[in-house]
């Protein structure tokens, strides 16, 4: 069961990544003639960074680019301070048009006053939520539903995020499934890749008897990728680990914490993310637990997108006369905002 969640993420993968693009592709011409396609997905300091499916992301230096269009709106900010949300085409005078964006076409803008294309919001909350839930009637009444909320704070120096999420089902009037997920970290980034950081991990979970999984430590952690396409950070750190029961022995170790957060845009309609915490025991590396939270995104429009996940949750000694394998596959819609 614990290759469930590898399985799912490598088939997500796989199938993924030879769906047909169901967007045309943005454009740039350089200096020299050459046409570069791809998606336009950000534009920091002198490069306007360009990504496809067939490379890696590629950065493309401001002045050495002639034209430049878009056919997905983009966020444009100028040197003025203003922010212009819209598609962008490059008139016969070299100069830039913005349209379809916010009512307006704002139209003689030169590259070189844009100042950043898409940038990581700063210092305002940002995430998603999702409902999923499924309903089976006649031979078996079976109903379920699940509720998550995932948001975000990026600072100049920090990052402060927080995580819920809830399940529940019952089958033939009884119930089966009941628990809930929660978790809050604090980054401060001592350089632009290598921050430290505070968690606190929480799961309820009626039917494996655990009133309380407490998960609570420092550690550091190193951001390998982190733009509109591909996002990747790896964590390492010292926990204090404790889980309260309701009718058996309370239990209390210090664990090992390790994390990898990905992310990444298969197509402009399809992403995929995989969150992965591995918790060894310092009494005895053998007795682990171990939580992954794979799921693919199919963007529908105006910020919402179909959602398939699959959550794995396994303990390598669990309570006396239950499972060491708790898993769930929901589908059901998510709102970014």
């Given at each position: 069961?614990?290759?469930?969640?590898?399985?799912?993420?490598?088939?997500?993968?796989?199938?993924?990544?030879?769906?047909?693009?169901?967007?045309?592709?943005?454009?740039?011409?350089?200096?020299?003639?050459?046409?570069?396609?791809?998606?336009?997905?950000?534009?920091?300091?002198?490069?306007?960074?360009?990504?496809?499916?067939?490379?890696?992301?590629?950065?493309?230096?401001?002045?050495?680019?002639?034209?430049?269009?878009?056919?997905?709106?983009?966020?444009?900010?100028?040197?003025?301070?203003?922010?212009?949300?819209?598609?962008?085409?490059?008139?016969?005078?070299?100069?830039?048009?913005?349209?379809?964006?916010?009512?307006?076409?704002?139209?003689?803008?030169?590259?070189?006053?844009?100042?950043?294309?898409?940038?990581?919001?700063?210092?305002?909350?940002?995430?998603?939520?999702?409902?999923?839930?499924?309903?089976?009637?006649?031979?078996?009444?079976?109903?379920?539903?699940?509720?998550?909320?995932?948001?975000?704070?990026?600072?100049?120096?920090?990052?402060?995020?927080?995580?819920?999420?809830?399940?529940?089902?019952?089958?033939?009037?009884?119930?089966?499934?009941?628990?809930?997920?929660?978790?809050?970290?604090?980054?401060?980034?001592?350089?632009?890749?290598?921050?430290?950081?505070?968690?606190?991990?929480?799961?309820?979970?009626?039917?494996?008897?655990?009133?309380?999984?407490?998960?609570?430590?420092?550690?550091?952690?190193?951001q390998v990728w982190d733009d509109p396409v591909k996002g990747l950070s790896l964590e390492a750190g010292i926990a204090y680990f404790s889980e309260d029961y309701e009718a058996q022995e309370d239990k209390s170790w210090m664990t090992v914490r390790l994390a990898a957060n990905y992310r990444y845009k298969l197509t402009d309609w399809l992403e995929f993310t995989d969150r992965l915490v591995l918790y060894p025991s310092l009494k005895k590396m053998s007795d682990f637990n171990l939580r992954n939270e794979a799921a693919l995104m199919t963007a529908?429009?105006?910020?919402?997108?179909?959602?398939?996940?699959?959550?794995?949750?396994?303990?390598?000694?669990?309570?006396?006369?239950?499972?060491?394998?708790?898993?769930?596959?929901?589908?059901?819609?998510?709102?970014?905002?």
């Open positions: 069961m614990i290759g469930r969640a590898c399985i799912f993420s490598l088939a997500v993968i796989l199938l993924s990544s030879v769906a047909p693009q169901l967007l045309l592709a943005d454009e740039i011409t350089l200096d020299n003639g050459n046409h570069v396609a791809g998606t336009v997905t950000s534009l920091s300091g002198d490069y306007v960074t360009l990504t496809s499916d067939y490379a890696e992301p590629m950065k493309i230096r401001k002045k050495n680019i002639t034209r430049i269009s878009t056919n997905t709106p983009v966020e444009l900010h100028l040197a003025t301070g203003e922010v212009i949300k819209g598609k962008l085409r490059t008139g016969d005078d070299g100069k830039i048009t913005v349209d379809e964006g916010d009512g307006r076409i704002a139209s003689g803008i030169e590259l070189k006053s844009v100042t950043a294309i898409n940038p990581p919001p700063v210092g305002k909350w940002h995430g998603t939520v999702s409902l999923s839930g499924n309903l089976q009637a006649g031979n078996t009444d079976r109903s379920g539903l699940s509720f998550g909320a995932d948001v975000m704070r990026r600072g100049d120096q920090d990052r402060f995020s927080m995580r819920f999420l809830y399940n529940i089902a019952e089958e033939n009037d009884a119930m089966t499934t009941r628990n809930a997920f929660g978790a809050l970290q604090y980054d401060y980034f001592f350089t632009k890749k290598f921050y430290g950081y505070l968690g606190v991990e929480l799961l309820n979970d009626t039917f494996k008897d655990l009133k309380l999984r407490a998960v609570v430590g420092p550690g550091a952690g190193y529908i429009g105006a910020g919402w997108s179909m959602k398939l996940a699959d959550i794995l949750d396994f303990s390598n000694e669990p309570p006396v006369g239950k499972k060491s394998t708790d898993s769930l596959l929901t589908v059901g819609l998510q709102y970014a905002f």
